[in-house]
């Protein structure tokens, strides 16, 4: 009885911290208020944009990503909880831009195993994790620098800001 009991007590503990689960952005998850997201950030050499809206919902920031200069978009949804984080990254030559790409494409199907992904392009790719999806993508224009964008979506905090979208419709 008592290994009975045991059993389902770990298969319960399993699923609930199974589901509990948020994307992580260099180490911290995609979760929580925005404002703890920000002394986290904060904690890891970002600091906030001068560029920043008084917009409670979004947070810009100046820093440094995978070791090149970035700025970065964090967005929450209107009960203040972190849902996505976007990170923009300037080239000054399509070359540099193409390498970083293949840098994030290859770091992240190493890191999360990644099996699934949702839509590719000869530019872009998202995955598909179990946690959400990331977004790794590289752009240009004649009248501005080569960029690389990598954006985090946290599944269950996406679908809330969805949730609210839906609700001005």
Known sequence: MKRIFLVVFCMVS??????????????IPIDGTIEDFDAKLKAKGFVE????????????YDGEYC??????????????????????CDFSNIEAAKNMWFFLKKSIEEK????KIKEKSS??????????????EYNY???EPYKVHICYMD??????????LKGDI
């Open 67 to 88: 070791g090149n200069k970035a700025y970065l978009l964090v967005r929450a949804t209107s009960c203040d909880k972190v849902c996505s984080v976007s990170v923009f």
């Open 49 to 60: 944009s001068i560029e920043s809206c008084s917009d409670s919902k979004r947070k810009f």
């Open 141 to 143: 224009s004649e009248n």
């Open 14 to 27: 399993v699923l609930c911290s199974s589901h509990a689960q948020h994307l992580r952005f260099m180490g």
């Open 123 to 136: 530019k872009s790719v998202r995955y598909r994790l179990e946690e959400g999806e990331i977004v790794v």
């Open 112 to 115: 999360y195993l990644v099996n």
């Open 155 to 164: 599944l269950e905090n996406v679908l809330l800001l969805k949730k609210e």
